[in-house]
């Protein structure tokens, strides 16, 4: 009887391990798309406004500096005048 419910505990645990493990990877793969959605979002209005593939300077910024550019895009007239202002921010 104590080798069945030692079984049991033993069972549960890695369901509930598992469980978590589910939980945390949905909602890093959440993070994930939510980053490649916004990368994507500014990737198009960059190349609509500048046109210019904007790719790889976008994709070497950090967090903070993706922000900056949504809302620098607006009043920035040129792509170099962006990047200026980007640079500033380090």
């Known amino acids: 009887m ?3 419910m030692g079984e049991a505990r033993y ?3 890695l369901e509930d391990s598992f469980e ?3 939980i945390e990877g949905k909602i890093e793969g959440e993070k994930i798309g939510i980053q490649k959605g916004r990368i994507s979002l500014l990737l198009k209005l960059l190349k609509s406004k500048y046109h210019e ?7 070497s910024l950090n ?3 993706m922000e ?3 809302s620098l895009i607006l009043v920035c ?3 170099q005048e962006l ?3 980007v640079t500033i921010m380090k």
């Open 2 to 4: 104590a080798i069945q």
């Open 11 to 13: 069972r549960y645990g």
């Open 20 to 22: 978590e493990g589910k």
């Open 53 to 59: 593939d904007c790719s790889a300077w976008l994709l």
């Open 63 to 65: 967090d903070e500096q």
């Open 68 to 70: 900056a550019v949504s």
């Open 77 to 79: 007239n040129s792509f």
């Open 83 to 85: 990047k200026n202002q």
